[in-house]
């Protein structure tokens, strides 16, 4: 199909519009929709398109409004899809027929990147070496990093890509093998980064394709990429431009890309900048009030502080953009709602994971939004002995988020997190009941209904950049799912199986499977 030329349809079975204002799901009996709008919702939408229209018939399934993914990772997941798993690789000579194959599939010159082997089950005995990888993939730049993430090996390609050569020195925090003065291609800690990033860089755009394919087909139809880098960024405005790009996407830039201004070309909106005022819990670097349950000299780091924060704030505000500010630890956080009343600009949180009581009073009467992860609920299994009781009681507080009236948006974080928002709905319902979790009791307070988590990650994040989107009113652009089952009377432990069948973009199918 061509873009552009947008196809009248009927769509023929049990049509989702949204919610009203008391959260009550509004269906109806079909859906017409022209020029990419919805025009009409009710019983016998063929005769209401008229002949010529395509029929697009739901069956057992349902339609809902397209689903946003209020924070993720472009490149990143794309590079992260696109990962060679090579756990349980048993010699070298296995090793080069794996990246041999994957750089065939890829083509000249695309990166091959993999991950996860150990040269302790290798029948040689030995390393790999940068020789190895280029017998295998010549023409294609190569990245293998070993199963512990902190060393890895690549190809002469990929390293004279990354500017190492057998001079340089080594980078801080890492180490560049070499033997008789020769680069061998084994890299370690912080001499994987310089390898990485210039993986990253290199065919972003077929990374964001990639990124953009799964999203879809996961019934995201709009994403908000965080920390997108001029890279990234240029990768984006040359698909959008081009017309190849299929998901919204809203694009909140990197604190390293020079001159930042709003923008809009066809379907990429540049809204806002990204600033990290923590770390994370995984890696105790979220910056609390008080020490770690599981490490007692350690609050974690603050990265900015409220002036730090105040001054990104200004820097936002004037050229014309929303700040976006990640804070985890309830230091962070406390720090972030500091600045917003300092500089009575308002911003977004992204992730506020750790919120007590206070700290959410405080929120919600300075009248911020939060894009949070449902995910990190039954992904963080250790969060209880890393904060302790009492204090694990207040994470992820998405019911009481709700309840002050806070604006609140759901994510991956993906590649964090897998992209797919039924698995976060599943946790945001369940809070891992079903999975034996110890926060599901903690927090037990805490869940939403199916209805709640479904506005969270439908017209929240519209309404929080003012867009019309999010439902499927008449008028609205028609972004829309077809899920195989209907999640809001599903049982909640379904709500992981939840399978989207289709997802239409502007009346576009984007995604299809089986449906006819
Ligand atoms: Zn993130």
Redesign the pocket.
Known sequence: MVRGVVQTLAVVGRVLEGFDEEGRPLWHDGMVVEEGRVVYLGPHPEERAGPGAKVVEVGEGVVLPGLTDS?A?LTSLGLALRTLDLRGVRSIKELKLRVAERAKELGVGEWVVGRGWDQELFEEGRWPTRWDLDEAAPANPVLLVRVCGHAAVANTLALSLAGITDSIPNPPGGSIERVGGKVTGVLKEAAVQLVYSAARKGGSEELVKEAEKAMLSHGVTCVHA??VTSEELGALQNLARAGKLKLRVRAYLDPTVPEPKPESEGMLTVVGLKALADGSFGARTAALREPYSDDPGNSGVLLMDRDALVRELEKAKKAGLQLAA?AIGDKALEEVLAAAKASSTRLRI?HASLAPPDLLDELAGLGLWVSAQPRFVTSDWWIVSRLGRERARWVYPFRSFLERGVGLSFSS?AP?EPCNPFEGVYAAVTRGSPDGLEIAKLTAGEALTTAEALRCYTETAPKLLGERLGRLSVGYPADFVIVDRDPLSAPPPELRRVHVLATYVGGEPMYTTAVK
């Open positions: 924070h990772h965080m920390s990640h992204e974080d964090v």
